[in-house]
C-alpha cells in the first residue's frame, strides 16, 4: 500500500496512525488511542469514527488488549461512539479497536519514493542472498525457515512500487540461550539498509497475507540445517530454491527500463 506521509484521517496524519496501528493491531480502547495520539476527546470521536466507517479498524472482543487506567474518560467517549464498555472479558481481553485486513495493510504502508520493478527485483534478489548467508553460517543466532513475497510486487501488475513487502518467519538456531541474540539484530541484518525491502513477521501478518497475492518464496527445515562444512552447499541450494519460485511469476511482471 502507498499512501502519502500527509494524508490525514480527520485529526491524525498518515505517519502516526501507522505507528499505532503497528503498536496496538490487536486492540487498543478510545482513551488509551486518545492518550497516545495526543488528541482530546472531539477529536478522538472524529478520528475513531471516521476510521471504523471507512474500514481501517473495527470494535470488537480483543485478545490483547492495550487500555487507559482513566476508566470515566474510557465510558465517556464509548457512550459517544456508541459503543458498549466492558473492561474485561478474560486475562488480557476487552472490548476495544483492532485494526482490520484493511488497517493491516496500513501498517505495511510506504512512504518512500516508488521504485522500478527492476529496481525492486534487485533489491529482491539481493535480500535472498542474504538469507542464504544467514541460513548457511552456522554460528548465526536464527535460520530463517519460511519467506513469503505478498502484496503489490507479487501481484506483478504494475510499473512502480513504494516497496517490497516480504513477511518471514525466524527461528532459533541453537537451544543454548547464551546464544540466542537479538533477533532485531537478524532483522537489520537480512534488511541491510535497503530502503525498498519492508521486513514483516509472518505469523502476526498471517491473516493479511492469506488475502493478498502473496508467493512462497523459501522454506527451510531447520532440522536439516548442516554444519560448517556443508555452508556453501546450503546456500547455493537455498539460491536455487528461491530462484525458482521467482521464475513462477517473473514472466507476468512488466519491468521498466
Known amino acids: 500500500m502507498r499512501i502519502s506521509s500527509d494524508h490525514r484521517f480527520a485529526a491524525i496524519d498518515a505517519r502516526t496512525l501507522r505507528g499505532l496501528l503497528r503498536r ?3 486492540g487498543i480502547t478510545p482513551a488509551r488511542f486518545a492518550d497516545e495520539a495526543g488528541l482530546d476527546e472531539d477529536e478522538t470521536v472524529a478520528t475513531l469514527t471516521l476510521l471504523e466507517t471507512d474500514g481501517w479498524l473495527e470494535y470488537d472482543a480483543c485478545s490483547s488488549i492495550s487500555f487507559s487506567y482513566d476508566e470515566m474518560r474510557e465510558q465517556r467517549l464509548c457512550d459517544r461512539l456508541g459503543h458498549q464498555r466492558r473492561s474485561e472479558t ?6 476495544g479497536y483492532r485494526a482490520t485486513l484493511r488497517g493491516y495493510g496500513l501498517c505495511n504502508a510506504s512512504f518512500a519514493r516508488p ?4 529496481t525492486a527485483q534487485r533489491h529482491l534478489d539481493a535480500f535472498l542472498d542474504r538469507v542464504a548467508q544467514v541460513n548457511a553460517d552456522p554460528h548465526a543466532p536464527h535460520v530463517v525457515t519460511e519467506v513469503v513475497l505478498f502484496g503489490s510486487f507479487a501481484r506483478g501488475t504494475d510499473d512502480r512500487f ?7 518467519r525466524l527461528e532459533r538456531r541453537v537451544a543454548d540461550p547464551q546464544r540466542w541474540g537479538d533477533q532485531d539484530e537478524t532483522y537489520r541484518q537480512l534488511k541491510a539498509g535497503s530502503r525498498v525491502v519492508s521486513l514483516h513477521d509472518l505469523d502476526f501478518h498471517r491473516k493479511l497475507i492469506a488475502c493478498a497475492p502473496s508467493v512462497t518464496l523459501l522454506t527451510v527445515d531447520r532440522d536439516g540445517l548442516p554444519g560448517a562444512d556443508r555452508a556453501e552447499e546450503l546456500a547455493r541450494q537455498q539460491a536455487a530454491q528461491a530462484r ?3 521464475a513462477l511469476f517473473a514472466p507476468s511482471r512488466r519491468l521498466a527500463a
Open 90 to 95: 478474560g486475562p488480557g481481553r476487552g472490548l
Open 24 to 26: 496496538f493491531a490487536d
Open 244 to 246: 525458482a519460485f521467482q
Open 162 to 168: 513504494g516497496d517490497v513487502d516480504i513477511a518471514l
Open 115 to 118: 521504485v522500478t520493478a527492476a
